[in-house]
Nanobody, 126 residues
Framework: QVQLTESGGGLVQAGGSLRLSCVAS????????MGWFRQAPGNEREFVAG????????AYVDSVKGRFTVSRDSAKNTVYLQMNSLKPDDTAVYYC???????????????????WGQGTQVTVSS
């Protein structure tokens, strides 16, 4: 059974930083693209960042480029999202997600996600 377990959310002031973690179990992490999505109240869930299993290629939504960094630690089956220079618009529930094992590329849409974490709240105050 696949499980994605997020941690690291919280309340931070604008300009601050947070690091989200997602521990994956029940899948072949070495052949697994991983990603982060977020959903703010009243908005659709959107892709934030992804990292492929091939050469660690990364993809980001334009609004977080230069501020967020996605990385992975295969020894720990963990994917991270380092979020710097946070803005109030970054406030959302952040979800760890993964498409089918073996899928290539770092970017994937919500419909392609086969597995989801439970979500972690990130709140950025102004």
């Amino acid at each position: 059974q696949v499980q994605l377990t997020e941690s690291g959310g919280g309340l931070v002031q604008a300009g601050g930083s947070l690091r989200l973690s997602c521990v994956a179990s029940g899948l072949t992490f070495s052949r697994q693209t991983m990603g982060w999505f977020r959903q703010a109240p009243g908005n659709e869930r959107e892709f934030v960042a992804g990292i492929s299993w091939q050469r660690g290629i990364q993809a980001y939504v334009d609004s977080v480029k230069g501020r967020f960094t996605v990385s992975r630690d295969s020894a720990k089956n963990t994917v991270y999202l380092q979020m710097n220079s946070l803005k109030p618009d970054d406030t959302a529930v952040y979800y760890c997600a993964a498409p089918a094992t073996g899928r290539t590329g770092a970017y994937f849409v919500e419909a392609e996600a086969a597995y989801w974490g439970q979500g972690t709240q990130v709140t950025v105050s102004s």
